[in-house]
């Protein structure tokens, strides 16, 4: 004996249910019984199979779409930071925005060095900007504080593509089709690969 939790109320039934009537009950193709707890008696809960299908499905076009996006960078550099470290570190945003991402690059104090002046500072922001001018552009506007900046940098290319994974149409329609159809969809995306 079990006891069901209603699908529309989301509540269980005060009345337990013999498990085997349960099952004669339900369309096995397109659902089943999940135990969802088995403490102080057994419960358990209604699944509609395409349901869960079509979420999963969801849920993957919505992470193959967030891969394809730009992704955002940042890279922090102190003031008195040596010509080898800035070049390594120019060297990382560099490649970032050769992808066609966006890369931060934010200028900070550190504890005990000496700041420079502000001009010592547009100069260095600048040669940073100027390093990567031919990989970025500025996509917003550089942010002066008063002894920190930022300067937000965006590559020129678009993201490169993904390898070939379903496009996002066909991910949504493939929540809705059958397992035969399914498959059969499998096969054509192989085909065109």
């Excluded at 337990?16 to 019984?33: A, H």
């Excluded at 193959?64 to 550099?77: D, G, P, S, V």
């Excluded at 550190?110 to 900007?129: F, Y």
């Amino acid at each position: 004996l079990v006891r069901f939790i209603n699908p529309e109320t989301n509540k269980p039934e005060a009345e337990k249910t013999n498990l085997l009537d349960l099952l004669m009950r339900i369309d096995r193709k397109n659902e089943y019984i999940e135990l969802v707890a088995q403490i102080p008696d057994p419960l358990v809960k209604l699944k509609q199979k395409v349901d869960e299908h079509a979420q999963a499905e969801k849920k993957k076009a919505k992470k193959w779409l967030a891969a394809r996006q730009r992704q955002m960078k940042e890279i922090q550099l102190t003031w008195g930071a040596e010509s080898h470290d800035l070049q390594h570190k120019l060297d990382k945003a560099r490649g970032e925005l050769e992808e066609g991402h966006r890369v931060s690059i934010a200028f900070l104090p550190k504890k005990g060095q000496p700041l420079p002046s502000p001009d010592q500072m547009r100069t260095k922001v600048q040669g940073a900007v100027d390093a990567l001018k031919d990989v970025g552009d500025e996509w917003q506007p550089r942010e002066f504080q008063t002894n920190s900046a930022i300067v937000h940098l965006q590559g020129r290319e678009a993201p490169a593509p993904l390898p070939a994974v379903p496009r996002f149409e066909r991910i949504q329609e493939r929540a809705n089709l059958s397992k035969e159809e399914r498959i059969r969809l499998k096969k054509e995306l192989k085909e065109e690969q």
